[in-house]
């Protein structure tokens, strides 16, 4: 993004301080008032969400409804998943295939939370999202305490069970029982990390998951 050469009035609101709600306003009916469909623009959505501006609520607000309606109702097919946007969505939302904005991570369950079953094809990357904050101490579900006896906290479980009210899944998942599936120890052993991960995802989406590797 660092690259990407803002037009106006973007590039002046993205050297700001913290964005304002006037200044979501502003975005909303100057920038894209035609929606995500113009060259370019998802890239300037992005590059205003990681700018060095503070986001205010109106923002996190309108980046996560604008990016995740545009995903389920103007992407085709319409209303619906697809792997070619499952794809999209992972390029879009992470880096590496670890999505470090909270807002973007919101986009990402909000769209599990739209496509209803078919979410399922976003499991592996959504779960992913946890053992990287929980074993890495990295991405938008870390803590403050990194490292490798990082606990699972309230947080990364909210999560977790949003993930599975989106799959279906009515029992939620408590605290007990997602600290038992991250055992530190594993990571000391060879293939370790690829083992306890695939139980992770079996025990929280259920074993006829397709296997998933550890993002990268």
Not at 106 to 126: D, H, K
Not at 128 to 138: L, N, P, R, T
Not at 142 to 161: D, E, V
Not at 175 to 196: C, I, K, M, S, Y
Request: charged share 20%.
């Amino acid at each position: 993004m660092s690259e990407l050469r803002l037009s106006y009035p973007a590039c002046m609101l993205a050297e700001k301080s913290k964005f304002t709600a006037e200044d979501v306003t502003l975005i909303e009916n100057r920038i894209f008032a035609g929606g995500l469909d113009a060259p370019g623009a998802i890239a300037t959505l992005l590059a205003l969400e990681h700018c060095k501006a503070g986001k205010c609520p109106e923002w996190d607000a309108f980046f996560v409804q604008i990016l995740s309606d545009h995903v389920i109702h103007t992407m085709h097919p319409l209303g619906a998943l697809s792997e070619a946007k499952v794809e999209w969505l992972r390029r879009v939302l992470s880096r590496g295939g670890l999505i470090s904005s909270r807002n973007e991570l919101e986009v990402l369950v909000r769209v599990m939370e739209m496509a209803g079953p078919q979410s399922r094809m976003l499991t592996g990357f959504a779960l992913s999202q946890v053992w990287h904050a929980i074993i890495d101490g990295e991405g938008a579900l870390a803590s403050h305490n990194r490292g490798l006896w990082t606990a699972m906290g309230m947080k990364q479980l909210s999560y977790i069970n949003r993930v599975l009210t989106a799959l279906g899944n009515t029992k939620p998942f408590s605290l007990r029982d997602a600290e038992a599936l991250f055992d530190p120890a594993h990571n000391l052993v060879p293939d370790g990390q690829q083992t306890v991960w695939q139980e992770f995802v079996a025990a929280v989406a259920g074993p006829d998951l397709e296997p998933v590797a550890i993002a990268a």
